[in-house]
């Protein structure tokens, strides 16, 4: 069974980072999937 990963996100009640666990802003136009915290040490 495939899932579009963008549905599949988007029906998820609360945004949260699968790093750490911080609950996100949502951000309808945003498919970034880690918060700011992790994606920074990403590109470090
Ligand atoms: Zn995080």
Redesign the pocket.
Known sequence: MLINPVEFFRSLPKKE??????H?EEQAESYLM??????SKKEN
């Open positions: 980072c699968p790093q750490c666990g911080q996100m880690e918060c700011d915290h992790c994606l």
